[in-house]
């Protein structure tokens, strides 16, 4: 399969990325975003000479200037409520979050689904809590096409340029590659061209604008996008929705103490009890959160395990 050149990919980005930037003119939160080795000052609203400062990121499912905005609320009303300031670490892929969790740099984080299934299971991360929505803990994956396109169905798309999300994102990635293999296609060599995003609502801009012709998207991203930005989704059109999929979870690593996690999972699960946290999820789309059960998620994990044993490494 042939892979867009470096400047085609560069530039079709960059016009993506700019143009969504280009919806809100707030540049000072773009400057505040981590990507660096070292930890942000964003929690340092207060003495920062404390023995303990929450250490928290969020998997970019959105461009990182979406991702920071609609999160650091929520992040800040936990850090009030423990009385506790706070870092926010924020990596351009899933992957980087993952290895953050799993050596222990990072309290805890907002992941994805996918991120969640290939975390190492003796990292010691564990489900700390997920969120509701629309009174279910599941989501779905939609195929999006440009409104004007004539595909109805994966099928369709063959041939034509499509955009992934992340290696490691379920609904951005392991989602289409299992799809094609159901209706009898490689995944290698289905799609004309293909790039990686980053960014759902960056996949989203891309499709819309008619410069990628395809993407599987998180549906909770395109849901929000809708509700609260109809403009960013104007030009796309869901063609197919995916099964039901465990919802991305908030996951505590092994550097929180066992009563940090009890405190964090009790501020989370309040907050829909309480009049500026309910608001705060709500904006999210976010009912309340609840416990989680690990055994969500094994659907995905089959889906990986039978593409690990049709296309070994």
Sequence with gaps: MQTLNFMRYLIIVLIAILTIAGCRQDTQRVRQVDFSERASDLGARRDLSVEKTLKVAVSAMSSPRETFSYYEDIIRFISEKLDMPYEFHQRRTYDEVNNMLETGQL????????????????????????????????????????EGSSAEGFADLKGLSFAYTDLLSNTGYLYTKYRLTEIGEDPNTFFSSTVFTNAHDVSIQMVAKGLIDGASIHGMVFDYLRANEPERVRGVRIIEISEDYGIPPVVASSRMSDDLKAKVRTVLQNMHLDGQGIKLINNLLIDEFTDGDDADYDGVREMRSALEDKFPE
């Excluded at 990292?123 to 195929?143: C, D, M, N």
């Design 107 to 146: 309290d805890f984080a907002f992941i994805c689904t996918g991120a969640y299934v290939e975390l190492n299971p003796d990292s010691g991360v564990q489900l700390l809590s997920i969120p509701v929505t629309r009174g279910k803990t599941v989501y779905q994956a939609y195929l999006i096409v440009p």
